[in-house]
């Protein structure tokens, strides 16, 4: 009897990573045309960052079937081992209610649902310190009441070279967006308490996008204890810049996670995005 720990592919582990913790992430599944891939599995990080640049077809992502998860929580039940499923946001994908079905289906009282409100890095963040607690020895529920406590101190921003694939994947309006032509114009996006997609910010160039993802830290204040969690999607340049300007400015970057985005939130925002997820400390 243990507590095993899931996650989806959104989280964007690595499959070394994803052995090193011993979790087991469900697929969603990638679409270019007619042509369907499985995130992690049949598609990697670099496949899909090349057919994002010479595929004529606009990319589209699908939930994994209640049943993916049913098989996973079926397993645990007859084990008698505790599931904790750390998921995507649940305002951007149906994948937390696939797995809700799939809890239903088995009728096991040890499987616990954590809808992270989150995507990419931050619900990385989320596996990772409940794997920690799991391994010291901390029941599941206790768990889950320490991520729930911290949720709400949870902060995404992520530079974007571009909002046409969030318009397009549905995630956000184009009257949301507000975007013209401009093509120096550059989003920052952040995620709402509810987990939901919104511009917070327009900036000029790169450099001061980039510079702006630092100055939120400075602003806010940062809780130590909890990794700070930097993403990518396919070019990493410019979070070593981010990262670079944090040092240089006294933050502590050690034991800070750093993550290429994969096809599952690659498909929504494309190439050349810099993210940065991290906690503000409690009042």
């Known amino acids: 009897m243990s507590i095993k720990i899931i996650t989806d592919s959104a989280a964007d582990f690595d499959s070394y990573e994803l052995k090193e913790h011993s979790v087991e992430s469900v697929p969603l599944t990638v679409s270019f045309g007619n042509d369907n891939y499985i995130d992690g599995v049949t598609l990697t990080k670099d496949r899909f960052y090349e057919l994002l640049k010479t595929n004529k077809d606009f990319p589209k992502t699908s939930q994994p079937s209640p049943d993916a998860f049913r098989v996973i929580f079926e397993n645990a039940k007859e084990s008698g081992d505790t599931v904790i499923a750390i998921l995507l946001s649940s305002a ?92 120096r114009l550059k989003p920052i996006i952040t995620l709402t308490q509810d987990g939901e997609v919104t511009v917070a910010e327009k900036c000029i160039g790169r450099k001061n996008s980039l510079e702006h993802l630092v100055n939120y830290i400075e602003k806010t204040g940062i809780d130590t204890s909890i990794p700070i969690s930097f993403v990518y999607s396919h070019d990493e340049s410019g979070c070593k810049k981010v990262m670079e300007r944090l040092a240089e400015k006294g933050y502590d970057l050690k034991g800070s996670m750093i993550s290429n985005i994969g096809p599952t939130i690659g498909a929504h925002i494309g190439v050349g995005a810099v993210g940065i997820i991290y906690f503000v400390p409690e009042n």
């Open 92 to 183: 951007l994908s149906g994948t937390y209610q696939s797995a809700l079905i799939a809890k239903n289906m088995v009728e096991y009282d040890n499987v616990y649902l954590f809808d992270t409100c989150s995507a990419t890095g931050g619900e990385k963040t989320y596996v990772v310190l409940a794997v920690k607690m799991a391994a010291s020895g901390h029941s599941a529920n206790e768990i889950l009441e320490y991520l729930e406590g911290i949720k709400s101190r949870s902060r995404l921003y992520a530079s974007l070279d571009t909002l046409e694939y969030l318009c397009k994947g549905g995630r956000l309006s184009r009257a949301a967006a507000g975007i013209g032509t401009l093509a």
